[in-house]
T-cell receptor, first 113, second 117 residues
Framework: NAGVTQTPKFQVLKTGQSMTLQCAQD?????MSWYRQDPGMGLRLIHYSVGAGITDQGEVPNGYNVSRSTTEDFPLRLLSAAPSQTSVYFC????????????FGPGTRLTVL | AQSVTQLDSQVPVFEEAPVELRCNYSSSVSVYLFWYVQYPNQGLQLLLKYLSGSTLVKGINGFEAEFNKSQTSFHLRKPSVHISDTAEYFCAVSGQRYGGATNKLIFGTGTLLAVQP
C-alpha cells in the first residue's frame, strides 16, 4: 500500500493564480482531511470529509474548496491564491472518524508570491 | 468548541533525562485525546491516544500520557529521552457530540523537543 500520497511536493504560485493540491489514499478510508501548518500555529483544519459526496468546513476554510467524488481522492482547490496561503499542506485519512488513527501524507510546500 | 493548549513551544533537555510535555484541552463534550509526533521534513504519526478506560496510556518509543479530567490535561512523559526523540510533538482533541457530529481533530500549536547530548 502507498498509504496517503500528495502531489506536488513543492509549488510556487503568483497571487491570483488557482491550483489544485492532490491527495489520494489506498486504504479504503472514509474520513479524509486537509490541514495547513504554519510556524507557531500548529496544524489547522481546512476541510474534511466523512465519505464520498460529504464534505464540511474546518477551522480555516476561506479561500479553499474541496470535493469528494470518490473514496480515494480528496483534492484541495485554491481559488485565487494569496500570500497568506503560503504554508505546508497536509492531507490525512482515517478509517471512519476523526478519533481514529490519522495517516498523514508527506505534505505539499506552497509558496505564493 | 474544542481547543488545545500547549504552553511550551520548545523544551530543551539533555539525553537520558526525563521529560514532560504539557497539554491542556477545552471541550464541553466527551473528548478523545491524542499525541502525534512530527520528525523533521515528515508528516505526522500517532504516538498514543486516549479514547476511554485507563487514564494512563502507553504509546510507541517509550512515551506515555495521563488523562486528567479534573485538570483537563493530557501531559506526555518519557522517563529517559534519546537524541532520536528530537521532533515536534502535537497534542490533539476530537469529540463526538450526542445527536450531532463534532467529527473534527483539532491540534495544538506544537512543542519542539530538542534533545541535547
Amino acid at each position: 500500500n502507498a498509504g496517503v500520497t500528495q502531489t506536488p511536493k513543492f509549488q510556487v504560485l503568483k497571487t491570483g493564480q488557482s491550483m489544485t493540491l492532490q491527495c489520494a489514499q489506498d486504504m479504503n478510508h472514509e474520513y479524509m482531511s486537509w490541514y495547513r501548518q504554519d510556524p507557531g500555529m500548529g496544524l489547522r483544519l481546512i476541510h474534511y470529509s466523512v465519505g464520498a459526496g460529504i464534505t464540511d468546513q474546518g477551522e480555516v476554510p476561506n479561500g479553499y474548496n474541496v470535493s469528494r467524488s470518490t473514496t480515494e481522492d480528496f483534492p484541495l482547490r485554491l481559488l485565487s491564491a494569496a500570500p497568506s496561503q503560503t504554508s505546508v499542506y497536509f492531507c490525512a485519512s482515517s478509517y471512519r472518524l476523526a478519533a481514529d488513527t490519522q495517516y498523514f501524507g508527506p505534505g505539499t510546500r506552497l509558496t505564493v508570491l | 468548541a474544542q481547543s488545545v493548549t500547549q504552553l511550551d513551544s520548545q523544551v530543551p533537555v539533555f539525553e537520558e533525562a526525563p521529560v514532560e510535555l504539557r497539554c491542556n484541552y477545552s471541550s464541553s463534550v466527551s473528548v478523545y485525546l491524542f499525541w502525534y509526533v512530527q520528525y523533521p521534513n515528515q508528516g505526522l504519526q500517532l504516538l498514543l491516544k486516549y479514547l476511554s478506560g485507563s487514564t494512563l496510556v502507553k504509546g510507541i518509543n517509550g512515551f506515555e500520557a495521563e488523562f486528567n479530567k479534573s485538570q483537563t490535561s493530557f501531559h506526555l512523559r518519557k522517563p529517559s529521552v534519546h537524541i532520536s526523540d528530537t521532533a515536534e510533538y502535537f497534542c490533539a482533541v476530537s469529540g463526538q457530540r450526542y445527536g450531532g457530529a463534532t467529527n473534527k481533530l483539532i491540534f495544538g500549536t506544537g512543542t519542539l523537543l530538542a534533545v541535547q547530548p
